[in-house]
Each structure stands twice: as C-alpha cells, then as structure tokens.
C-alpha cells in the first residue's frame, strides 16, 4: 500500500511523540510511525535538561545553556529560549492530561532523590517527585513495600547520609506489607501505582502509610501513587494523611515516564495523529536531495508513507536510530555517515560516567535540523532530526536526555508544521 | 523437531513489561521478559517449564512495543508446543480449540437449538465445570454458516475480474454475513469471488491451545490451496486479523519448513483490498447514505501487530456523514479464546475495563472493530452495538438493507 500524508514522523519516544503533536496542532495532518514503544515507556519521566557541564554540576541549565558548543543542539535551535518555550508546552499537555509538572523552587535543577539513595539533576518532574519539602525538614520515612527486590531503604538511606546536605537528616526505614497476593514475579513499583491506581488499592495505601504520617512530616516512596490518576491520588494522600509525599526516581520500570507517555498518546490520538506500530522504517526513496517516501517492512512485503516532510526521532543505538560495525556508524534510514573514530578502541572512555563517542554519536544537523553532508551542506532538505539520534551533545554526561528530546522535537514539529 | 528462537537480542529493558496487558492485571503472570527470552536460556538447558506459561494470551503487545525486534510472544507460544507435546492440554482447551470441528458437527442441527443448548443455565454450568467461565457470553452460532449461505448466494453474472475469499472459522460459523457483505461489496467493485471449501481453520486457536500437530495440519491444506490461487494470479483476501498473523507471521515462525518454499504465506487484508478498489474508482461510494453517524473504531491487537494501520479505519473516514474516532484503549482482553477460560475470565475482563470505559466515555454507540472476538468482548463489556467496518460500509452503500 501507498499511503499519503503531511508529515510523517518515525518513532514514539519523547522527540516523535513531541513532533509529531507539535505538527499535528499546527494542523498538519500526521503519520507516526514506530517499531518498538520509546524510552520514556520505561523511564523516570523527569525532564533533564542540563545537569552538567564539562562534569561540573550546573546551578541553572538556561544559564548555562549559553556557553555550550554551537553544535550542540540546544545551540542549534536558538537555547534557552526554544527550550524554555518547549518546557512550557510540555506543561500544558501534562497538565491537561491530569499531571502538573513542577519546577524548584529556586531557579535551577531539582535535585531529585532515587531508589538508589543517589541524588539527581533534573529540571521539571511530576509535583509528586519535587522534593522541595524535603529541606524544611529534619525527619522522613523512606518507605518500600515487601517483596519489592529494587527498593532497599537501608541502603537508600546510608547513601543518602553521604551527601552533605542530608547528612544530618533523621531517615527512618519503613516496610509496607505487600498487598498483592500470590505475586508470581517480583513486585516493582509499576505493579503497586496499578494497584494504588484501584479504589481498595488506594484505601491501602493511605492505611498503610497511616502510622509514618504520624511520625514523619515526610515519606520518601517509590513511584507507586497510581498511574492514569497519580495527580489525584497524590494530592488526596498528602491532604488526607496531612504529610508530604516523595516519590523517589525509580529504575525501569520508571512508573512516570509511562504515565506521561500515556497522557501523550492519547493527546496524539485527540489531535488526530495516526499512530502505527510495528512499522518499522527500513528504507527511505530519496530524490534531488528530498525523501519521497519511507518504507516499513511487513510480514508481507513494503509499504510506502508519502509526505511532504519527514521527521526522524528514532533514537540511539538501543533504540534503533543509529547502527555500528567495528570503525564506522551510520544513521539507520538514511544510510548517514557519523564520524566514527576508525579506532573503534577509541569509542568509549575508561570512566563509565565520562563522555564517551559512543554516547554522543549522532546525525549532524543544522539549525533547522536538517541533516549536514561532509561538506556541512543541507544533504536531505525535507527531512528533519530530533531527540537522541542527533549528534553533538552527550546526554549520559551532561543529563540532558529529555530535554534535548522534547526541545528539538517540539522544534522540528513546529518548522515543518510551518510548512 | 524443537524450533528455537535466539533469545539474545533482548537487552532487558523491559518495555515488554510495562506493556504487557496481562502482566498489568495480574501478578500471577511472570511477564513477558521473564517468561520469553529469559526463560528460552533455561529451556535450552532443559530447566523445566514455567507454571505461569498458560497466562500468556498471545496478545502481541509484547512484540509490538519491544524496541529491539525479540518475538516474544512466538517464544511462548513455541514454549507452549513443545510443553503440550508432553504434557496434554485439558477437554476445555480442546473445546475451545477445535471450534471449526464443533461447528460442523452443529452445521447438522438447527442452530436455535444447538444455541439454546449452549447457553441454557444447565449447559453453562457442565462448561463451567470444564472450565469455560459461565459468566462469559460465548458467539451463538449462525443460523446459516457461510458455506451454506454462499452456496446459495447468487453472484451477478458477467464479473470479469476474480478473487478468492478465505473466511477463517469465526466468519464461517458465527458471523457468516460478515462474509456475505464482503461478497456483496466485491461483487459491487466488479469482482466475482471464488470459495474454495478446501480451506479450512488458520490454525490460531489450535497452535495457542497447545495442538501443535493439528494447526500443522491445516497449515499444511491452506497453503496448498493459498499456492495454487498465487500461481493463478488470484488474491486471497481475509477479514480477520488473527488468521492474517497466523498465515503472514506465525506460520513461518511456527513451521517454518511449511513456509520455505512459499515467497510470502501471506494472506491479503480484505480492508486494504477494498481500499485500493475505492481509490482506483472500482467501488463507488458517492451515493453512500450521508445520515450523519458517529463511530469508535478499536484497532485488534493482531491488525496493530502488522503494522500496516487501520484500513478498516481509513474506509470509515471516507464515507460522507461518518465521523470515526479511534478508541486507542489496548487490548479488549478476549484473545481469542483466552477470556472464556474460567480462570482467565476476569482477566480478560480486567484487561478490557480500559476499552470499556473509553467507549462508554465517548458517548458514541456504534462500535466498530474487525475481529469476531473483539467484537464478542465489546458487546458482553459494553452493551453497544459492534459491527465489522466492512458491513457498515455496505450497510451505508446498499439500499436495500434497512438499519
Ligand atoms: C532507562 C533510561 C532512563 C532514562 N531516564 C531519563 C530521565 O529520567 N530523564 C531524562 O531526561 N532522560 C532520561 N533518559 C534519557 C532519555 O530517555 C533519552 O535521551 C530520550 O528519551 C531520547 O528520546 P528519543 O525520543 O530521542 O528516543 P527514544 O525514546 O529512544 O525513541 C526512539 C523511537 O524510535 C523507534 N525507532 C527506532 N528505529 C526505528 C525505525 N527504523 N522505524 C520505526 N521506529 C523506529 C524506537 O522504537 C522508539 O520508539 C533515560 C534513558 C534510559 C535508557
Ligand atoms: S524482549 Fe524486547 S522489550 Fe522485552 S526486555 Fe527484551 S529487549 Fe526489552
Ligand atoms: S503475548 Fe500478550 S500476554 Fe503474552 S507476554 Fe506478550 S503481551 Fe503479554
């Protein structure tokens, strides 16, 4: 089949979810498409956008937005300015879809609290994970629930003891009894918010929690404070207990990540967009430097997607957008070369937090994201890139992995929206 | 002969997981990163089998959302085979496995009695005690089924164009006149449509019930006959997604000697047929009825499985005075046969609330979806009326059916 459209848009993370509404509200008529359902199904669903800078921590991320390369790509779509409009975007869409996102206080990063004790930059987060209060206090609960192997509050607690500002803090551990009976599977924080997500699932919840509200004016928890109506439930815990609630960065499964990811497809689905999955993009037709078509693969043949624009937000290595041999990586659609160094030696760094190549590898774009030849000149002039697949930036080191997805998706919905 | 898929592509990431619809109802379910890729190492290793492998549904949200391209959900379901082999599977599962069987055998009874006999108090206790949940609304079968029906339907002369019709068993025994307003469209578009009774179950329901050998069997017949249609030129078109992924994609995967010599064991999708005989000009739809009527369109998890959209949709979308939505809710939680099983009953319910509650939200009452058992779930979960995209296309073109 051949199918015709405004724009098409590959990929469900972040940076194609957020083109391909951006797109659509301008009133393009858009296809998405996506093999595989994007990182944010699985992550903390916190919006990093700058946490540090050459490995020094940033106080505030739009400040120091000004003084990184210009091939960065925050640089390239015009800094803080975009990025703040694009934070502001993803705000409402929250907001209308039942979550409010919450900056700090202070200008700056939050400096979130994890399941691991560690604690980490971020510039918005669900109201639920703001851990703000956290500094009028001297005591907190740090809360699990039985059975739940990923969330230790000994040891969140020693490690959180180790930072200066919460040295002095009085942590206290405490241990829900596990309200899913017969679990044949380690419980994680998602099965909890789901159940959290029931009416007598909420009910046991603020049972539960009922005797550290007495005692702690806060409780650290993992995300477990439901899911389609965490807002709610959140707000009604800390009224109803007269307590503060945290909930704390959790690994994947990241629990607020798939909130916002659902209240973003049904956004997409409002707005018209036509999402479809298990398509995955394997080629794409290409003529006097202008994509005609892409191709996804089916189990009996290709189908064709026609547009007048193309936006790609495919993701990075695990994700698919970008693909590697020893000494050369391309992106995966275009066939685009990245500048691999030949020593493949040479891709990753010895300290596991640095920069390496093999977090920064990416499409070079210019600043309307169109992707760049050798000769630095516009090489596919309706297509656009967005979120991890980009290069120039190295969002591991610097924490910047949704700020960067979201900004320059947003950016390149709205230019080819303009179109 | 043990298949195996190489499990190695999973990274463990676990968007499997958060995905699954099962897994999100039920703890008792180990998931799917658990249960398929992980699990697949200690099979190698003869570890035994996992106790929560039946839960699977073979819904294939674990496939589509899965980043990395791991087929999940074949690793089960071959896990299943291979178990079954050993270890039978129930009189229930056999029930609900051979329902092309049970429909002829009632093809020989009045269906009013063969359908009071089923959903009698006393026949749905002894299923109960089998194990087919009570509380769940099985399909009545058809009156007529449709190799009766088409049998006596006469096709206009003077068609010079062909294709061939593959009704799979749900169209054959419960909803035949689903196929019958497909005859009637194609007919309309120019085209005369072929039978052929040599085809027979797509072997869905048998493969996940854990009746490798006689899914194998079908296979067997249906590609033969599909062979000899592709040779002649002639496309086969199905309606139902399920038999659709069991011929394009799990067939090969589930016996793939089957499918080695064939260029593709695809069926094609009847919606994309009628498409493409819309845009060429071959079905003309200007004269559709234009009373205004609004739908809800759930997309199956099979037809989201193959990624190539929503044609069902798309024909809605273009008929004057439709205004079509797109639920997007997830998976309607029957699975085939998965929620008229006891102990899966009120998972499926579970798993369907979502559906459920997105369509009585939207205040819209036609339902429109292509799976016959989607459609079963739809109508026991909600009460609204659900009908395939296809008859409420010839329901808006045809003057003679009243609404
Ligand atoms: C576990 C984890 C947790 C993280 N947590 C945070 C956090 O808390 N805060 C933060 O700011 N950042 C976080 N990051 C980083 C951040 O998630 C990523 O940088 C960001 O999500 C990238 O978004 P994206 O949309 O560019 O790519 P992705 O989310 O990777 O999406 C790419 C999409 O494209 C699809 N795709 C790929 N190839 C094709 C193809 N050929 N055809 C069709 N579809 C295709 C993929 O399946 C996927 O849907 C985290 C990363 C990980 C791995
Ligand atoms: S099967 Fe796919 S989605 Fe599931 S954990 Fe493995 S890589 Fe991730
Ligand atoms: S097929 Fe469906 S039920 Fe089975 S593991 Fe995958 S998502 Fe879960």
């Not at chain 1, 206080?105 to 004790?117: C, F, K, P, Y």
């Amino acid at each position: 089949m051949n199918r015709k459209t405004d724009i098409v848009v590959v990929g469900s993370g972040l940076a194609g979810m957020s083109a391909a509404l951006t797109a659509a509200q301008s009133g393009k008529k858009v296809t998405l498409l996506t093999h595989g359902a994007g990182t944010l199904a699985i992550s903390s669903g916190c919006i990093d956008v700058l946490g540090y800078l050459n490995g020094v921590r940033v106080a505030d991320p739009f400040e120091s937005m000004a003084t990184l390369p210009a091939e960065h790509p925050y640089s390239l779509i015009g800094g803080a300015e975009t990025v703040r409009e694009a934070i502001d975007w993803l705000k409402s869409v929250c907001r209308k879809g039942g979550i409010d996102m919450a900056h700090a206080a202070e200008e700056g990063n939050h400096t979130l609290i994890t399941v691991m004790g560690t604690l980490k930059p971020s510039y918005l987060c669900p109201d639920s994970f703001n851990p703000d209060c956290l500094k009028d206090v001297h005591r907190a609960a740090v809360v699990t629930v039985e059975n739940m192997k990923d969330v230790h509050p000994g040891l969140i607690i020693d490690q959180l003891h180790r930072y200066a500002e919460l040295s002095d803090k009085e942590f206290m551990e405490a241990v829900l009894p596990c309200p899913i009976e017969h679990a044949h599977r380690n419980i994680t924080p998602l099965d909890i918010a789901r159940h959290v997500e029931t009416p007598e699932g909420m009910k046991w919840l603020e049972k539960s929690l009922m005797p550290y509200a007495k005692l702690y004016p806060v409780l650290l928890l993992p995300p477990i404070c439901g899911m389609k109506h965490s807002q709610q439930i959140w707000n009604q815990l800390c009224s109803a207990l007269k307590v503060k609630i945290i909930e704390m960065v959790s690994i994947p499964p990241g629990v607020a990540g798939l909130r916002m990811r659902d209240v973003l497809k049904k956004a997409l689905n409002a707005a018209g967009v036509y999402m479809v999955e298990s398509a995955e993009v394997v080629r794409a037709e290409v003529e006097e430097g202008r994509c005609k078509t892409v191709h996804t693969l089916t189990a009996s043949g290709e189908d064709a997607w026609e547009a007048d624009s193309f936006i790609i937000a495919t993701g990075g290595l695990l994700s698919g957008g970008i693909s590697t041999a020893p000494g050369k990586a391309w992106e995966s659609i275009f066939q685009l070369s990245l500048d691999a160094p030949a020593d493949t030696e040479a891709w990753s760094s010895p300290d596991i937090f640095g920069s390496s190549f093999f977090a920064s590898m990416g499409v070079k774009v210019n600043h309307e994201l169109k992707p760049l030849n050798g000769e630095g000149n516009v090489c596919l002039d309706n297509v656009r890139f967005a979120g991890r697949v980009l290069g120039g930036y190295d969002f591991a080191a610097e924490k910047s992995g949704n700020g960067v997805a979201l900004a320059t998706g947003r950016y390149a919905g709205m230019l080819a929206g303009k179109e | 002969m043990k298949r195996r898929i190489n499990p190695d592509k999973c990274v463990a990431c676990s968007t499997c997981v958060v995905q699954c619809p099962v897994a999100e109802v039920t703890s008792k379910f180990l998931g799917p990163r658990m249960l398929g890729p992980a699990s697949e190492r200690f099979r190698m290793l003869n570890a035994g089998e996992d106790d929560s492998l039946s839960y699977c549904a073979n819904c294939k949200n674990c496939d589509i959302s899965c980043p990395q391209g791991v087929e999940v959900s074949n690793i089960n379901m071959l896990a299943r085979a291979e178990y079954c082999r050993e270890n039978r599977p129930s009189f229930r599962d056999w029930i609900l496995a051979h329902g092309e069987l049970e429909a002829k055998l009632v093809s020989y009874f009045p269906s009013f009695l063969v359908n009071f006999g089923m959903a009698n108090p006393i026949s749905k206790q002894i299923l109960d005690m089998v194990g087919v949940s009570k509380k769940a609304d099985l399909p009545k079968f058809a009156s007529k089924q449709f190799p009766a029906m088409f049998k006596e339907y006469k096709q206009p002369e003077n068609l010079t164009k062909r294709v061939v019709f593959y009704p799979g068993c749900f169209i054959k025994a419960y909803a035949p006149q689903t196929g019958m307003d497909l005859v009637w469209l194609l007919n309309k578009a120019g085209y005369k449509v072929e039978y052929p009774e040599v085809f027979c179950c797509c072997g869905t329901p048998l493969y996940t019930n854990g009746f490798e050998a006689d899914a194998r069997k079908n296979a067997v017949k249906n590609l033969e006959e599909l062979a000899a249609w592709r040779k002649a030129g002639i496309p086969v078109l199905s309606l139902c997604p399920s038999c659709q992924l069991m011929f394009k994609s799990e067939i090969p995967a589930f016996f793939p000697d089957l499918a080695e010599n064939m260029e593709s064991t695809a069926l094609d999708d009847a919606m994309e047929f009628i498409l493409g005989c819309i845009n060429r000009g071959e079905l003309d739809i200007s004269e559709a009825d234009t009373s205004p009527l609004d739908i809800i369109y759930h997309a199956p998890c099979h037809l989201r499985a193959q990624g190539i959209g929503f044609p069902g949709l798309d024909i809605l979308r273009l008929l004057p005075g439709v205004h079509a939505v797109n639920a997007d809710a997830g998976c309607c939680g029957i699975s085939g046969s998965y929620g008229f099983k006891k102990e899966k009953y009120d998972i499926g319910m579970a798993i369907g609330s979502k559906l459920f509650d997105t369509i009585k939200d939207s205040g819209i009452r036609q339902v429109a979806t292509e799976c016959g058992t989607c459609k079963v779930q739809i109508i026991h979960g909600t009460g609204n009326p659900c009908d395939h995209p296809l008859t409420i296309l010839r329901r808006r073109l045809d003057k003679k059916t009243t609404k």
